[in-house]
């Protein structure tokens, strides 16, 4: 695990805010966790805990360390606050290729994305669920008792989604979360499709939760105030 | 948005129902939900915020104007909207309240793990509109009142202090005020040196410059030892008075035995207007009145300001200046994306991460009681919830069971008893003026002298400044005009631009009076592109307390240039009588798991 010592080497190492969109159920949360801790849980609840997850990406050139926005359930009531959206550098739209309404609900979330969302954001489109499908189904079944399971429940053909992606340019895979098929390859296209213009140093001002204001961090000097020292000293200050 | 789910409710069954997303109710919903209760939030509006929300598209404003003017907005009234229409990268807030360091919101955010959920940004520096002839008027009638009265006496040792500043003011009076001597630091040192925590300067070598700004008809507040050591429109003499009353300010309310003087004064003006001291116990020239008031933020002038509301007011800004990491100058912060409207989106979320619902586009329609006959005879036998204290009908059809039910009564159109009289508020009592008159200009230029670094040490750059025009009351005292001024690194605007918040209790008139002297005081005026006028009426609680058992109805907002720290005490007071059974100590507090979590993360 690279320190905060080596930070300073040539290679690029960065923050980056990516916010996970899609239905609710589509297994957003699951992808996450394969991603972060290589687990899967079958029956998830809805989604609970920690305001993101943070996991990094090493790649070749650059050090990606991704702060992962889960929709909390907000996607569900409209809920959603503009400030989810804000500053993010990256965006995962999942839908569930047994479930064809899902992808119309992630086509509307790129719209909103394209709207709301900062310009030179990089969309990765994903359908997930891959294990439910027939060529998977087979190849996964060792476990499998249940004949059930090896039906082929995709109801989305791949083509059709990739094609709206490639219209729209949004990277495109499908993956499993519960086999962990494609799921390190999305974070890894991502980490690579991130420009490098928008790539802040790790650390910099306004890391925030909100994110730091928008290009601030390359001007050279600071304007955001730094709570977490500030929140230290306060505790240690407490404590004698 | 509109292409939600919109499923049906994932149960029936709450603990807590909360109507709103204001400060109030989104802070609650984090409280209750961190502390493991189920809860309900809901919105009949399409955003969050309420009172507090902000606005992205030109659209969002235009509905919200036609609202206000539709009588559709409680507490808002006269919405003008007057320029261009607003692209994209605008945020337009309702409530851009700056917070000081000195918070019970940043002692509450702290403890909650949440003070870095925000980009917070410095308030650099307060600037008031004096003309020449003001700053002129020495503080004569004062110094004379003081020489021949009691001042001295009550005052004691600092009485002597002062006496001898005065003698020594005397003595130069003439020449003291061209000249910025280096006997002048003498009487400086003694005074300031407590409320400032800043170390004293080198010795000023003559004719060194003052470290005070200006900006056409606009001066900078001094808000540092180096700023009244070297201010050229002070005596020594006023000098030593100012660095009493900065004492007296911050020891208005000490426990210490050794501070009893101060309470004593305390006492006995408490009730009569801030002017009065200034020009009695601590005679100060009128145009530094002015400037202490303008960091009170309060609306109304010093010379109708109660030292009750005056103190408390000014004695938060003297203990938190010097505090703020990397810039000693600054004693406020403000939270960027939209101030108070951030805080309600953030807090929103973290109920939603903390296990509760926020549904927007949804309101109550109709709470009933659960029947009593069925309450009887329903003692549910296992597995099933028991019976929860009222029906609530919402807009959609739905329908929920729940205990508790907190909300604006705006929020609530039917009551499920008739209301009791209402318990007194537990904010503070003082008078508080019914209409606030606000304004949002967006301007086509930056004002970098606003947001200049006001030292070279200081590590951060403000990104929002204060300025304050009193606008003179026929017959009356100047009534304040509050300005505060934005930069674009607070993601509110685009590069090029810069947003103004005004308000005064005064009039439309008298903002743009005052903004139009900002306009005029840079050098290129720059061009309004857009600007929304709104009166705040403060509603008064009538119907606030527990009315019923299980039914909160949370006071009005208070509106205002700051953040209203009542906020945090009055959701916390609920959250007390929600939990109740020793619990009341974990408002805000992150549950365990939860901690563990982000421990985790940070070691990673």
Redesign the interface.
Known sequence: ?ASREEAGAPKLSSSVKLVLLG??AVGKSSLVLRFVNDDFQENKE??????F??Q?CNLPTRTIKFEIWDT?????????????Y?NAQTALVVYDITKPTSLT?AK?WVA?LQRQASPGIVIALVGNKLDLASSNAISANADDVDDAENEDRRAIPTSEAKAYAEEESLLFYETSAKTGENVQAVFEAIANAIPESTLKPRGGA?T???????S?AN?G???????????R???EGCAC | MSFTDNPPLPSTDWDILITGSGIKQSLLAVALSRAGRTVLQIDHNAYYGGSSTAFYTHSDITTWTARVNAGHEAGFSHAELVGGVLGRGFTLSLAPDLVYWDSALLRMLRAADMAESFSWQAVGSWWVWLTDEEVAVPAAAAAAAAAGGGGGALLMDAGVKAAKAVAAGKKRWNKGRKKTAAAEEETVGEGEGAAVADPPPPLQEEGATTTLRKMGGFREVACTFEDVAWSKDLSDRDRGYLGEFLRFVMKHDSPDPADQKHRDIFTEYKTKPLTTLLTTLFPLPPSATTSLSSLSLLPTPPATTPLSTALPALARHFRSLGNIPDVRSAAALTVAYGGSAELCQVFSRAAAVAGGINVLGRGVSAVRPAEKEQEQGEEEAGGKQRRRRYKVALDNGEEIGVDWIIGSPSDLPSTPTPPSPAPQPTTTATEQPTALYRAAYILTADLPTLFQKKYADEAITPAAAVLMVPVAEEGGAAVPVYILARSWVTGECPRGHTLLYASTTHSYAAISTAVSRLLQSQEVPPGVLLSLFYTQTHVSPTNTGEDAEGVVYLAPEEPGVVFDDGAVEEARGVFGRIVGGGEEEGFMRLPENARRLLDEMEEA
Do not use: C, W
Request: proline share 4%; aromatic share 4%.
């Open positions: 695990m239905e609710a809805p989604t609970i805990g920690a305001a997850l943070t990094k909390a359930g907000q996607e569900r009531f409209a809920s959603l606050a503009p400030m989810y804000r609900k509307h909103e306004g925030g939760m909100g994110g730091g204001a928008r601030s001007e000097h600071s304007h955001a105030v730094n709570m977490a020292d500030a929140t000293a306060a505790k």
